[in-house]
Nanobody, 115 residues
């Protein structure tokens, strides 16, 4: 399974960005796809995840501001981020997990929030 993350960039506080995670390879093995982030000097944390059935999970700090979705025809998962705050700045990683809890990671995309 290969994951290609894109869509990061520089945005002002209150702005929006949409991240994309394009998946390729043996995708049928994947059970859940999620986004994690790692701010400088901090641990990686869950931002949002979506299961094959469409169930979603969000980190407490992003609930109501971020939305995860998937386009199965394009094998792509999106993270729509709105109302961005300074503390949302981080490297965002796409993650795909199989039913046997094997994890695959994308290369990361930088999100910078600054005025």
């Amino acid at each position: 399974v290969q994951l290609q993350a894109s869509g990061g960039g520089l945005v002002q506080p209150g702005g929006s960005l949409r991240l994309s995670c394009a998946m390729s390879g043996i995708i049928f093995k994947i059970n859940t796809v999620g986004w994690y982030r790692q701010p400088p000097g901090k641990q990686r944390e869950l931002v949002a995840a979506i299961s094959n059935g469409g169930s979603t999970t969000y980190g407490d700090s992003v609930k109501g501001r971020f939305t995860i979705s998937r386009d199965n025809a394009k094998n792509t998962v999106f993270l729509q981020m709105s109302g961005l705050k300074l503390e949302d700045a981080a490297v965002y990683y796409c993650n795909a997990r199989t039913a046997m809890y094997t994890n695959y990671w994308g290369q990361g995309t930088q999100v910078t929030v600054s005025s």
